[in-house]
């Protein structure tokens, strides 16, 4: 067994409005808010973070900050790229109640077969990516062997060999 950290803590974003964020990450994705924190320091002024909670008990987290001047300063980068986003594992009934609730809120979504996962995705209040994820059968049977390969595969395109190896992804698109 290795010494790895047990799970994610949580990963956290800066929010304009945690009203609007709450509304978001708790009624269209189903995260329960599992803490807040209000605090004040010198350098960062007055702000609250608020948790939202997953079933393994990390947390999404988000920041507010009472002088909006310090939200227009961490959030950068002012466009965020699609790169840039928070994947949760989840099952199809979860991407279809997420789906559900986003449709009746006229939040737009979209989804994408990767191949090795099917994701939903769509934005909250603040353009921040966010994904639901679901593993497919196929990347799930060949789970130790994606594995086993992982430091072959970046080596080999780390030395400038960019082919292709998802195979699954030109399965999907069939």
Not at 5 to 22: C, E, F, W, Y
Not at 67 to 72: A, G, M, V
Not at 79 to 91: D, E, K, M, Q
Not at 128 to 150: G, M, P
Request: proline share 3%; charged share 20%.
């Amino acid at each position: 067994m290795q010494n790895l950290p047990s799970r994610l803590h949580h990963s956290a974003v800066v929010s304009k409005d945690l009203g609007a964020s709450r509304e978001f990450y708790e009624g269209i994705m189903g995260l329960p808010l599992v803490a807040t924190w209000c605090e004040s320091n010198d350098a960062l002024g007055e702000f609250c973070h608020a948790f939202f909670g997953l079933e393994d008990d990390s947390a999404v987290a988000l920041f507010q900050f009472a002088d909006h001047e310090k939200y227009q300063a961490l959030r950068k980068p002012d466009t965020l790229s699609p790169f840039h986003h928070l994947a949760l594992a989840g099952t199809t009934q979860v991407q279809d109640n997420v789906r559900s609730r986003a449709d009746a809120a006229g939040i737009a979504h979209y989804t994408i077969n990767h191949g090795y996962c099917v994701s939903l995705y769509l934005d909250d209040p603040d353009g921040h990516k966010v994904e639901i994820t679901c593993d497919t059968q196929e990347a799930t049977d060949n789970e130790s062997l994606i594995r086993n390969r992982a430091s072959e595969e970046l080596n080999r395109w780390l030395s400038g060999d960019h082919t292709t190896n998802n195979t699954l992804r030109s399965a999907a698109a069939e």
